[in-house]
């Protein structure tokens, strides 16, 4: 998707938002996908209550593991897409710009709503809607079971509809991946500022409006073959006793042309759409993002056979229990009215 492109233009003039909506639309926001449920993300309402503004939250980085700002870019446009989805269950149409004043470095994207003209049809996007509040990181073991070609199919054109490119891995792929994540987690359990940092965001104890709980950790694989993240050291303490996952698990990596912070938005747009998705078709997913934190991993990660490109996410999927929830940030911490 290209800024203005893809979202449907109006030349019918909106009305004013009401708090009501600012505050459904932030909420939606501020659901989406964030690297350790940082939430780095602020909402700001236009001068005429119009639009939205969405910034980064410098002070909600986590700059060890993600010293470029890619992961943090990745998860407002999550929260974009969030956005996108919720305004169009309103029956709102959508004019998006990327990062639109150099002068604001912070400033990461403005959406502007219209009412959609006359006898307009409802907008496929409301569709995805109720999956928001269903999309949650299942860490938990998944079953055999293959993902059909058709939604494969469906899960591709999602990401490419917002300028990624989804290539769900076949085997030979799939197990040079896991090595390679396999590599970079070994790599942090040896890196003491990193598993410090990580597991700075874990939250032990309730109430919390940020971070993973204990709960939504899952459990380590028994047999050392899916390498799904500690986040509470090595060896870990205090998570669930280790399972039996899946022999081969199913990896999709998100590749872009370019690496900017503009391709990193769009990833994560693209990301939230794929996964929206697949939660509505009963699919489960998580991230694997050990690989991409290294430089010299993530640029192996690239497929020899396809060219140049940046892989941005690996995403594990399948089918298997739902993932526990995470805790959020309330609406009057990430969207401002004033």
Do not use: K
């Amino acid at each position: 998707m290209t800024d203005d492109s893809r979202t449907a233009h109006s030349t019918y003039a909106s009305d004013a938002l009401t708090p009501d909506r600012f505050a459904f639309l932030a909420a939606a926001g501020g659901a989406a996908p964030s690297l350790h449920n940082s939430q780095p993300w602020r909402f700001r309402a236009t001068d005429d209550r119009r639009g939205l503004l969405v910034d980064r939250d410098p002070a909600r980085a986590v700059p060890v593991t993600d010293p470029t700002g890619r992961a943090l870019h990745v998860s407002i446009g999550a929260a974009l897409l969030n956005v996108r989805v919720a305004a169009a269950s309103l029956g709102l149409e959508i004019r998006l710009r990327l990062l639109p004043d150099p002068e604001q470095p912070d400033l990461v994207a403005a959406l502007a709503f219209d009412r959609p003209p006359p006898g307009a049809g409802r907008h496929p996007d409301a569709e995805l809607y109720p999956a928001i509040a269903e999309r949650h990181s299942s860490r938990q073991p998944f079953t055999n079971r293959d993902v059909p070609e058709r939604l494969v199919g469906e899960l591709i054109a999602a990401a490419d509809h917002e300028g990624a490119v989804l290539a769900v891995l076949e085997e030979a792929e799939t197990r040079r991946v896991l090595a390679l994540t396999t590599d970079a987690e070994r790599r942090t359990a040896a890196d003491l500022t990193r598993e410090a940092e990580t597991r700075g965001w874990v939250r032990l104890e309730a109430p919390a409006t940020d971070g993973i709980p204990v709960e939504a950790l899952g459990p380590l694989d028994r047999d050392a073959r899916v390498p799904v993240r500690s986040f509470t050291g090595h060896p870990p303490h205090g998570v669930p006793a280790s399972a039996r996952f899946e022999p081969l698990p199913q990896l999709a990596t998100f590749t872009t042309p370019h690496d900017d912070r503009s391709a990193w938005v769009r990833t994560g747009m693209a990301l939230e759409r794929v996964w929206l998705l697949a939660t509505l078709n009963g699919l489960r997913c998580s991230v694997l993002h050990q690989a991409v934190e290294w430089p010299d991993t993530r640029w192996q990660l690239r497929d020899p056979e396809t060219g140049p490109g940046y892989v941005q996410i690996i995403l594990r999927l399948g089918y298997g229990p739902p993932g526990a929830p995470t805790p959020r940030r309330p609406v009057t911490e990430i969207l401002r009215l004033d």
